[in-house]
């Protein structure tokens, strides 16, 4: 049963800094694409960037150009969303998701919460 499970929220000054971890379980992830997404209260959910598991390479949505790096540890099947220069408009709950290369995204870890303050 793959599993992801995302840590490291939190609640953080305006400029600051955060890690957040998707720890994934179950299965081998090497054709997988791995996702960031957020949800901010009252709008839908956002795709914020993702990183082919077994490649390596990234791409961003525009607001995370720039300040946000997602990278992966193989031997932790661990992926990070290092975030810099936060915002208070970053403030949402932020999910990691698991696709198959070419595939949707159908496994969703539960989320962790980021607030900026101002």
């Known amino acids: 049963q793959v599993q992801l499970a995302e840590s490291g929220g939190g609640l953080v000054q305006a400029g600051g800094s955060l890690r957040l971890s998707c720890a994934a379980s179950g299965r081998s992830f090497s054709s997988y694409v791995m996702a960031w997404f957020r949800q901010a209260p009252g709008k839908e959910r956002e795709f914020v960037g993702h990183i082919r598991w077994s490649a390596g390479i990234t791409s961003y949505a525009d607001s995370a150009k720039g300040r946000f790096t997602i990278s992966r540890d193989n031997a932790k099947n661990t992926v990070y969303l290092q975030m810099t220069s936060l915002k208070p408009e970053d403030t949402a709950v932020y999910y990691c998701?698991?696709?198959?290369?070419?595939?949707?995204?159908?496994?969703w870890g539960q989320g962790t919460q980021v607030t900026v303050s101002s």
């Open positions: 998701a698991a696709a198959v290369l070419g595939g949707n995204y159908d496994t």
